[in-house]
């Protein structure tokens, strides 16, 4: 499908992410969104400080714990060093996004049979879990890590997002892992006004968390280091450590 058939009208969170991170799958009002939202906070360093954070937690994953199986949900578009580039060869990776523009989008842009991308929402885990193309690619009895980066923003508490991420990882394999980095209740007001700008959908308003809340969507699960911390913490041990922006963490099923 060509940027021309997909163009929408509005802006859209995974193309502005998308342009934010240096790629080239954006259109004008893309970029325009973003260039506005730069004007008023530096959101760029924390994407790409977002970004290093997901590749360093899928090498870590890989080559640390043997991971193979992944599935990423709000992933937005697979580009710029995503998942599937980073993750070894003969791994098998599952997108999802609720976006179907996105979807549509990303699924050309997955090169091999060992990738896929569906549309699905992470507030119905049924019907992700039971999508054919997830028991293509993903072998329940294998461990996956399940990856939800920059995204459980969108997702309110009547939503019962600890509760979300139960239902997923029970249908985990022992060994399994959660990664998770959201925006924090710490994030100073001027960027939250300039990220709800264009994110803020009157049906669904961001949700800015705090440590502890974040903290509960690991319950049962055992942390890997350096823990639930600023994200990027996860990259350059020097960094400060708050206060938090972005905060992301990883943890293993027993
Ligand atoms: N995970 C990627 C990363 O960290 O680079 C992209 C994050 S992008 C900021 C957020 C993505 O989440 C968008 O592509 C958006 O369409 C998607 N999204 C928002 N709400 C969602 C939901 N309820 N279920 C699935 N995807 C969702």
Redesign the pocket.
Known sequence: MSMREVDPPRP???R??DYL?GGRHNSKVDRDAAERVMRLWPVREL?LA??R??IAAVRRLTREFGVRQFI??????PT?Q?VHQVAAPDSRVLY????AL?VAEGGNLLDGRQAGYIE?????PHRIITHPETSRLIDPTVPTAL?????MH??TDA?DPAGIIRDLMVHLAPGSFLVV?TATDTLPDEMRQAIDMY?RNPA?PLVWRSRETVERFFDGLEPVSPGLTAVEKWTDSEAAAGPWLVIAGMARKP
Do not use: H, K
């Open positions: 859209s969170p995974a502005v992410y991170l994407a977002n970004r954070f997901l990423d949900i709000g992933s937005g578009l710029e995503n999802v996004d609720n976006d996105v699905g929402d992470l507030r119905d990856m939800i980066i920059g995204m969108y997702i939503d980095s994110y669904a």
